[in-house]
């Protein structure tokens, strides 16, 4: 039962530390050129980028967002136990944000495989970090 509960507590430290990686490296994103910000929504294939104050503020401040959300995953990885209530929210909170990024990318409307790759995602690794974090037993010190 130990090596269960071991092999999953590592599984949800990996998830963790994925997660911090990928959305830390958002931090990038903050300080690239809009040219260059423009080029790569192009690519994606969502239209001309709207090139406006209050998008090169939006984009920006997102990105730093999603940088700071990976620095908090990266902390709480550090101890699982001892931040399991922390992560049993933000595994709650996480799925909650997926539905909500859903009906988002619905609404906007962004490309099917976009709703697709975001919002179900999210919700998924949400639920899977709240069970991860639920089933872990307390730290006692």
């Not at 697709?116 to 709240?130: Q, R, T, Y």
Request: charged share 15%; glycine share 10%.
């Amino acid at each position: 039962m130990s090596h269960q509960r071991d092999g999953r507590e590592r599984f949800l430290v990996l998830l963790l530390r994925v997660g911090a990686v990928l959305t830390g490296s958002a931090i990038f994103a903050v300080f690239l050129p809009e040219a260059t910000m423009a080029s790569i929504y192009a690519r994606l294939g969502i239209g001309e980028f709207p090139s406006s104050p209050l998008t090169n503020y939006l984009t920006r401040s997102l990105s730093a967002m999603y940088a700071f959300h990976g620095g908090l995953l990266f902390v709480l990885s550090t101890d699982v136990r001892r931040f399991r209530k922390a992560l049993i929210f933000v595994g709650w909170a996480t799925a909650a944000l997926g539905v909500a990024l859903t009906a988002i990318d619905l609404q906007a409307p962004m490309p099917t495989w976009w709703v697709l790759a975001e919002g179900p995602c999210v919700v998924g690794i949400g639920l899977v970090v709240a069970r991860l974090a639920r089933d872990l037993s307390p730290d006692c010190g």
